[in-house]
């Protein structure tokens, strides 16, 4: 199964370069899966055994398998569909001094990695809003061929640039659209009306993002490795999406009842969370007390819900770096294809503890998967993840998890091809089965 999913995992990201290529795509795949729409603006009736999901800004997507009216709890597993990379500064982002040159100007959207933007094709997609018929729409583009590049200055005019650059991201970042011809105005504003089908007049505003053309492989002397984009953090988004749709449905209502079982994908957690749509606002909280309500349940019966539920808060994990082994702690060194990575960190930045943690373990021994551990080196501050952002709006038995990689934040990762499956068939049981709290944690 390993080489088939990893074919599809790199055909899917390749096929939807932004969240909302993403978003898109899988509420797509969830409709043909036999889920739901359900309106946030909407008036909700859930059927037991129903399949619904959610999604908001077209960024950010929750789905949902309801057993029956009657559950137990929520065993959710939540990841995020954004990534570092160069957004575009507008529809008139064209118009920044280039002299002969059609430049376009950009900023930096969360921690990337700069260096390796530059010298590879580069093109455009996103979200433009476009007003037709007196009603304003949102129509999705991709400018499917390579379009731009950002090149470097040569050597022979920056002799030490190899000892150290630091890249100034107004100067250094700008993608090379092209060469003027006549004024040159409204280069980008036609590229996207045509791809829409449009005209220039009718898009009004847009979320366009650069993203890096090159095709991914796979590599390594026995076909371990493969590299594309974005695999943090859609390795774990599609995993999760894919694991929901092809879990065994629960029974619900009966002398047990089972657990809802719900994927939730986050946009901006690369930039904090704080938006509508982020891990940090009320969409976790809403979509789950809708649910109670939805089913005809009181608000007593939610709280014991959350009570008995459960996150896996997905979020890939650095691999040990094979030059620079002197970064990670001197014991736990999570490696590429060793296993599903359980994070742990005393300042609370992941939200693993003792309980979470013996749960996570149980559920890859259950499923026959190896895991291995994650602390930071002790002298290094590492990164957050949405877990506990989530959970000061939803309290829940939490555990971050992730799959290890290499060159975090860069527009090309690489990662193994092993672990997503392994990740595939953890979360796959975890849908399946019900957590219990009664009398002693576990799963049934």
């Known amino acids: 199964m390993s080489e088939r999913l990893i074919k599809e995992f790199m055909s899917f990201v390749e ?64 990841a995020h569909s954004d990534s570092p990379g160069l957004k575009v500064k507008g529809l008139d982002a064209d118009r920044i001094e280039g002299g002969p040159y059609i430049k376009l100007n950009v ?48 050597i022979h ?35 996207l009306a045509e791809k829409a089908k449009t005209k220039a007049e009718n898009i009004l505003s847009c979320d366009i993002f650069v993203y890096d053309r090159t095709k991914g492989s796979v590599l390594g002397v026995n076909n371990e490795f493969f590299a594309t984009h974005h695999i943090d953090d859609m390795e774990c988004a599609y995993m999760s999406y894919k694991a929901l749709v092809d879990a065994k449905a629960k029974k619900g ?7 809802v079982s719900m994927v939730a994908i986050f946009d901006n957690e690369e930039v904090g969370s704080l938006t509508k749509q982020g891990a940090d606002s009320t969409f976790l909280f809403d979509v789950m007390s809708r649910i109670n309500e939805a089913c005809g349940r009181k608000e007593q019966d939610y709280r014991r819900a959350v009570a008995g539920s459960m996150m896996i808060s997905a979020d890939n994990a650095h691999a040990l770096h094979p030059n620079h082994p002197e970064h990670h702690d001197p ?16 300042n609370e930045k992941y939200t693993t503890d003792a309980v979470s943690h013996a749960l996570f373990k149980e559920l890859c021994d259950q499923a026959k998967v190896p895991y291995q551990e994650f ?41 193994g091809t092993k672990d997503p499956e392994y990740l595939y068939k953890v979360l796959k049981l975890f849908f399946e089965k019900t957590l219990r709290i009664e009398g002693g944690y576990r799963f049934e």
Do not use: C
Request: no cysteine; glycine share 12%.
């Open 15 to 78: 096929a939807n370069p932004t969240v909302f290529h993403v978003v898109d795509a899988m509420a797509k795949g969830l409709e043909k899966a036999g889920f739901s729409h359900l309106d946030e603006s909407g008036d909700w009736k859930l059927k037991a055994g129903g399949k619904y999901y959610i999604t908001r800004n077209g960024s950010s997507i929750i789905a949902f398998t309801l057993p029956g009216k009657v559950f137990s709890g929520f065993q959710i597993s939540a």
């Open 107 to 154: 900023e930096t959207y969360g921690g990337l990695l700069m260096a390796p933007w530059f010298d590879r094709p580069l093109s455009l997609a996103g979200r433009i809003m476009v007003k037709e018929r007196g009603r304003i729409k949102t129509k999705l583009v991709n400018i499917d061929r390579d379009l731009m590049i950002i090149p470097n200055v040569a």
């Open 157 to 191: 005019m920056n002799r030490e640039v190899n000892k150290g650059y630091e890249y100034n991201p107004q100067v250094d970042l700008l993608p090379l659209l092209g060469l003027k011809e006549g004024d040159g105005k409204n280069a980008l504003l036609n590229l």
């Open 253 to 259: 209502n009966g002398a047990k009842n089972s657990a």
């Open 331 to 346: 014991v736990n060194k999570p490696i590429i294809n060793g296993g599903i990575v359980i994070k742990h960190a005393a």
């Open 375 to 415: 602390y930071n080196r002790s002298d290094k501050k590492g990164g957050g993840t949405l877990g506990n952002i989530a959970n000061a709006h939803v309290s829940l038995n939490t555990v971050d998890i992730g799959l290890p990689q290499l060159a975090m934040h860069s527009p090309y990762e690489t990662a």
